[in-house]
Structure formats: structure tokens, C-alpha cells
């Protein structure tokens, strides 16, 4: 059964500082894995898409890495804002059309 | 943009009576689904629906069952709301399987549903 973490559970970073949010998974045989952005009370945002056959992908100051041997996938934010305080989470689609969510890492960026 | 739209951003209902949750996406996608979502816990699927009149049970639809009457509206049904049913849920769409396994997920705001 496929198994999604996120460490840390949360992180808080100065404004300027550049974020590095983890995501590892137990089965390398995915489809793509996607970064979700999540505000206080709301839905789900989604950030980005790596396909399995993709290394990374980059849009404006975010960049995601993913490494399927090692079953992990980095998401970069450069230069945080305070707008970038949220939870983030990382999700795995596999066989049967179903995305394994990890549990998220709550971001405060600090003026 | 595509857009899922959830008709209520809270409710509070009572235990045993039967609650409706609706759903509706703009973009023409064949997946549906539902989630709930709760501290410690994350986001589970309890159902999903690959075309009108199909649906597929989640990881947890006990207590649930749900309805796809039109391509554009899923509906999640409580058929005798309990406690532990209190929860955020979280409808979303994505595009037909063939294309979806490089298909995002776009999700609603969520309705977060009190049963007391």
C-alpha cells in the first residue's frame, strides 16, 4: 500500500528565505505526483504536476524535483512572502486512478 | 479556469437525518470525487465516479453512498448523519482516465458539515 509523508509537519522561515518542502513515497510505481497549495478553511489549490517521466517542474518561484527511485519529490519556493503561509501537500497518483495524499507541511512565513 | 463549486460552505445537521452534498464542475471532466479531511488524519477518499450513473467506493464510504445523475454534479449522501461524520468534505474533477493519469485535480472550497 502506497504511504505519503511530509517532514517536517510544519516550518517557519523568515520573509526572503527560501522554502524546501519534503515529500516521500513507499512505492516508485506512480504516475505523477502533484504539490497542492491549501489555505486555512479551503479547498485545495493545485501548484504543480510532475509526470513520472519528468525530473522537475518550474512555474514563476516555485520549482518540484522528483527522484521516483528514491521515491521523493522536493518543492521549492523562492524567495518566500508572507503570502506563501500555508499548508502544503503532496499527493501520488498510482494504478487505479487514486491519489495517496501525505499529511502536509504547515508553512508561516514572518515579515 | 475550471471551476467545482460546492453549494454550501457549512452545515449543521443533526444526528440521523439524511444530508445532501453538492457538488457541481464547469469543465466538462469525467472524474469526480469526494473526500473528507481531518486533523491527524489528512484526506481520504470515500467515493469516486468515472462517468455519469458510475461510481466506485473509496477508502472509506461506509455511512455514504453517492449519486451521478448528470456528468457536471456529484452529490454525497449521509444517510443517517452521526458524529463522527463531522468533518471538512472535499469535492473534486479531473479530466476522463485515459488523459487523467497526467491530469490535475481541482478541488472545491470545501463544505465543513457539524452533526451534532
Known amino acids: 500500500k502506497q504511504e505519503v509523508t511530509q517532514i517536517p509537519a510544519a516550518l517557519s522561515v523568515p520573509e526572503g528565505e527560501n522554502l524546501v518542502l519534503n515529500c516521500s513515497f513507499t512505492?516508485?510505481?506512480?504516475?505523477?505526483l502533484q504539490w497542492f497549495r491549501q489555505d486555512p478553511g479551503k479547498g485545495l489549490t493545485s501548484l504543480l504536476l510532475i509526470q513520472s517521466s519528468q525530473r522537475e517542474q518550474t512555474s514563476g518561484r516555485l520549482n518540484a524535483s522528483l527522484d521516483k527511485s528514491s521515491g521523493r519529490s522536493t518543492l521549492y519556493i523562492a524567495a518566500s512572502q508572507p503570502g506563501d503561509s500555508a499548508t502544503y501537500l503532496c499527493a501520488v497518483k498510482a494504478a487505479g486512478n487514486k491519489l495517496t495524499f501525505g499529511g502536509g507541511t504547515r508553512v508561516l512565513v514572518k515579515p | 479556469d475550471v471551476k467545482v463549486t460546492q453549494s454550501s460552505r457549512y452545515l449543521v445537521k443533526r444526528t440521523g437525518e439524511k444530508v445532501f452534498l453538492e457538488c457541481v464542475q464547469d469543465?466538462?471532466?469525467?472524474?469526480m470525487f469526494w473526500y473528507r479531511q481531518d486533523p491527524g488524519l489528512g484526506l481520504r477518499l470515500i467515493y469516486f465516479s468515472y462517468d455519469v450513473k458510475m461510481k466506485e467506493k473509496g477508502d472509506i464510504p461506509e455511512g455514504y453512498s453517492v449519486s451521478r445523475e448528470k456528468k457536471e454534479r456529484f452529490s454525497l449522501i449521509l444517510e443517517s448523519a452521526s458524529t463522527n461524520q463531522t468533518s471538512m468534505y472535499l469535492c473534486?474533477?479531473?479530466?476522463?482516465?485515459?488523459?487523467?493519469?497526467?491530469?490535475?485535480?481541482?478541488f472545491g472550497n470545501g463544505t465543513r458539515l457539524t452533526v451534532t
Open positions: 512505492d516508485s510505481a506512480i504516475y505523477n
Open positions: 473534486a474533477s479531473s479530466l476522463q482516465q485515459g488523459a487523467a493519469y497526467n491530469s490535475p485535480l481541482h
Open positions: 469543465m466538462d471532466h469525467e472524474n
